[in-house]
């Protein structure tokens, strides 16, 4: 029995890092059998359904094993941004000079839609996993409930994203512009929190806009941070015009994009010490 259950895992984990590292349609039963030292008879024997069987536990196995590492970076930090950011340098790998080994399961995930159905339904649970934990981070740091799932899936966009051009490139610096990104959600929570405290505990989480000049930041067109601000705040200035009452404060919930989120912060924090 113990031979078995070792040979099972010996197939589950070579068929991992096969599929991280070329896919599902460039591995072959041969490669696998001589790499995980394993007789034909006994893939068969733990895997009925074959070749499709196997990778399809190798995907469940490695998303548990990234869901496992999510977890514990954000339950370890003071936020979701900084947990965030634990995690992308685990992701990131010993830092040796081999590269980013990226995500487990994005090359799989990336052919599959075309040559397997059941594959990619094996990758969409493991993305779903992976938002829901970061959904209930942000959650769990007080985030109206309106933006937690838009907020967990433009994380998880950053961090995948990040994660496929730092393999590609081979330029581990994807992952730094990643964090910072990542600390835009950090900007966001404060500036929730002190807009909310400012509001007297307004119900529905959100922001004042005032549409008063004299609260709108200057705008340095040469400055990109500057110019970023100053297309969210004509977005909110859009947003104020489609109000009933114009020129009157409103609430709004943070349904912005992560970039569009820190100059939302950036605009109320203004807009709050101008108040």
Same mark, same amino acid.
């Given at each position: 029995?113990? /031979? ?12 991992? &890092? ?36 196997? %990778?399809?536990?190798?995907?469940? !196995? ?8 999510? /977890? ?38 990336? @052919? ?9 339904? %094996? ?7 992976? @938002? ?17 799932? @838009? ?28 964090? &910072? ?14 807009? /909310? ?57 943070? !349904? ?12 109320? /924090?203004?807009?709050? %010490?101008?108040?």
């Amino acid at each position: 029995m113990v /031979r078995d259950r070792d040979t099972r895992a010996d197939l589950v984990q070579t068929m991992a &890092r096969l599929l991280r590292d070329q896919g599902y349609s460039a591995t072959g039963r041969a490669q696998l059998l001589a790499e995980s030292g394993v007789s034909n008879g006994s893939l068969y024997h733990h895997f009925p359904g074959g070749m499709e069987e196997l %990778a399809e536990a190798a995907l469940e !196995a490695s998303g548990q094993a990234v869901a496992d590492a999510l /977890r514990e970076a954000l339950d370890g930090a003071p936020n979701a941004a900084l947990g965030l950011i634990r995690f992308l340098e685990v992701a990131e790998g010993p830092g040796t000079g081999e590269g980013c080994p990226g995500c487990p399961i994005a090359p799989t995930a990336l @052919e599959s839609p075309i040559i397997n159905p059941r594959l990619r339904a %094996a990758a969409a649970r493991c993305f779903d996993k992976w @938002e829901g934990l970061i959904a209930a981070r942000i959650r769990a740091d007080g985030w109206p409930e309106a933006s937690v799932a @838009e907020t967990a899936s433009a994380a998880l966009s950053l961090i995948e994203g990040a994660l496929l051009l730092a393999r590609v490139s081979g330029q581990v610096s994807h992952l730094a512009h990643a964090k &910072r990104a990542a600390m835009s959600l950090r900007s966001v929570t404060h500036a929730g929190s002190e807009l /909310r405290a400012a509001a007297g505990g307004l119900p529905g989480a959100g922001c004042w806009i005032i549409r008063s000049e004299s609260f709108l930041p200057p705008l340095d067109r040469h400055d990109p941070q500057s110019e970023l601000q100053g297309g969210t705040v004509e977005f909110l200035r859009q947003l104020s015009d489609d109000n009933e009452s114009v020129g009157e404060p409103f609430v709004t919930e943070f !349904a912005l994009d992560l970039y569009s989120r820190a100059a939302a912060a950036l605009f109320c /924090r203004r807009a709050s %010490a101008g108040g």
